[in-house]
């Protein structure tokens, strides 16, 4: 809700930064970690979840470029599809982050880095 409804939201949730008072209310109690989004980036990112689901690396490269994500010298979108493949299927499987395996991760950031 804070991310993509609001807008306004705490990177850092967690029960010593913010609290749910007896009404049912949020109470942030640290600010250091909140930032807020644009439209176009709440509708970007739900764009980009919803194609990532659908496993559509194209559109996630668009959806990375409308958002801004990428250089403005990049490469034609398609070249990213392998990358954002390797990476994102790994992703996907579940299993948290000792299902991934970070040297290939590394090389694959690499690859769409340079």
């Known amino acids: 809700m804070q991310l993509l409804e609001t807008g306004f939201f705490h990177a850092d949730p967690h029960p010593g930064n913010m609290l749910r008072t007896n009404d049912g209310k949020l109470c942030v109690l640290d600010f250091g970690l909140m930032s807020e989004l644009e439209d176009y980036q709440k509708f970007g990112m739900i764009g980009s979840i919803t194609h990532l689901v659908k496993k559509d690396y ?57």
């Open 58 to 114: 194209y559109k996630v490269a668009e959806d990375f470029d409308y958002l801004g994500f990428l250089p403005d010298d990049r490469p034609d979108l398609e070249e990213y599809v392998p990358t954002f493949k390797a990476i994102f299927d790994q992703a996907l499987k579940g299993g948290g982050a000792k299902g991934i395996n970070f040297n290939e991760l590394s090389a694959d950031l690499a690859n769409v880095t340079f």
